[in-house]
């Protein structure tokens, strides 16, 4: 049975880190994502990993995206943070995804269950 469970999520000022990690079981992903959304809104890309990584460009230069393959465990390393980034942050996995789809979605089929991110001004 293939999971994804993320944790790291939590309460954070202005200007702070988190880190969020998501571990699979079941198998193993060459395409692995991280998604937000808040309230009401569409998921919203933030980062990824295939070959190379992905990035929003909201989140550019401020979000790192790694992988431990031994573990089975990605993360992602959240730097100045700021109020707008509290939201909901999923976790999405798949086989290998194509560079022009890897930020949609809707091509991901496994997910984690989410974990919530407050970020306070």
């Known amino acids: 049975q293939v999971q994804l469970v993320e944790s790291g999520g939590g309460l954070v000022q202005a200007g702070g880190s988190l880190r969020l990690s998501c571990a699979a079981s079941g198998r193993t992903f060459s395409s692995m994502g991280w998604f937000r959304q808040a309230p009401g809104k569409e998921r919203e890309f933030v980062a990824a990993?295939?070959?190379?990584?992905y990035y929003a460009d909201s989140v550019k230069g401020r979000f790192t995206f790694s992988r431990d393959n031994a573990k089975n465990t990605v993360y992602l390393q959240m730097n100045s943070l700021k109020p707008e980034d509290t939201v909901v942050y999923y976790c999405?996995?798949?086989?290998?995804?194509?560079?022009?789809?890897?930020?949609?979605?809707?091509?991901?089929?496994?997910w984690g269950q989410g974990t919530q991110v407050t970020v306070s001004s």
């Open positions: 999405a996995a798949d086989s290998t995804i194509s560079i022009a789809t890897i930020r949609n979605h809707a091509r991901y089929k496994y």
């Open positions: 990993i295939a070959y190379i990584r």
